[in-house]
Nanobody, 119 residues
């Protein structure tokens, strides 16, 4: 089993920044998992925001956040981050950390952290 705990959400004004963190624990080895950030706004489906793509762990981003969001990781701390700059009201959502075991296909989700961007 793998546990994911997100933090760092909050209320920010348009143009502001936040950094989300996701700490993984349990039966977690960074090289075995594809890590992603998703978000879900009220009344909308959950969407992929950013993902580390194996084998080189380069990050892919959804078009709406390119140039504003940066995903990074610290394998020693079993932590992935999402730096969010130039935030817009449409970035308001619950942000979820996701881990997928590359070999077994098991999927894990964090509990989510709320990001609210006020105009």
């Amino acid at each position: 089993q793998v546990q994911l705990v997100e933090s760092g959400g909050g209320l920010v004004q348009v143009g502001g920044s936040l950094r989300l963190s996701c700490v993984a624990s349990g039966n977690f080895r960074p090289s075995n998992f594809v890590m992603s950030w998703y978000r879900q706004a009220p009344g909308k489906e959950r969407e992929l925001v950013a993902r580390f793509r194996p084998p080189d762990n380069s990050a892919n981003y959804t078009d709406s956040v390119k140039g504003r969001f940066t995903m990074s990781r610290d394998n020693a701390k079993n932590t992935v981050y999402l730096q969010m700059n130039s935030l817009k009201p449409e970035d308001t959502a619950v942000y979820y950390c996701n881990a997928v075991n590359r070999w077994l296909g098991h999927v894990y989700w964090g509990q989510g952290t709320q990001v609210t961007v006020s105009s």
